[in-house]
């Protein structure tokens, strides 16, 4: 696995409580290298749990969605065009095919990017509620 994003020259982010919770949730542009869990009345590995899902989801640019999008749509158009008996015989054919293989990519790492985002925003008000 790779990330979209290059870790150096990014803070780390420490969670000790509500407060630093709180603020989590008002700085969206912001990207950390990991998050930290430092709350005394949490079981060790559920805060590991949460720090790793916080990590990934915060993380993720929808790149592995963008990709298994293009997968996919490469799939099915080679299953039409076989079922069919159609072949590729000319340069709109190979145009139009690259446009639309770009566009299943594009269209799943935004749709993954979005996915990803509300799991974040999940996890952060589900540590929310063990944190009270």
Known sequence: KFA??????????TIS???????LRTKKEKRYARFIIEVENIDENIA????NDLTKFHASCG???GNYFLITTLILGAAY???TGQTVNN???IIQGFFILLSAAILGKFIGKL????K?????EKLGRQLL
Do not use: P, Q
């Open 115 to 118: 996915m990803y985002g509300f």
């Open 81 to 83: 065009l076989y079922l």
């Open 91 to 93: 340069w709109k054919m």
């Open 120 to 124: 974040f925003k999940k996890t952060v």
């Open 17 to 23: 409580g509500k407060e630093s919770l709180n603020l």
């Open 4 to 13: 979209c994003i290059n870790a150096h020259n990014m803070d780390n982010y």
């Open 48 to 51: 590991r749990k949460f720090e």
């Open 63 to 65: 790149c592995t969605t």
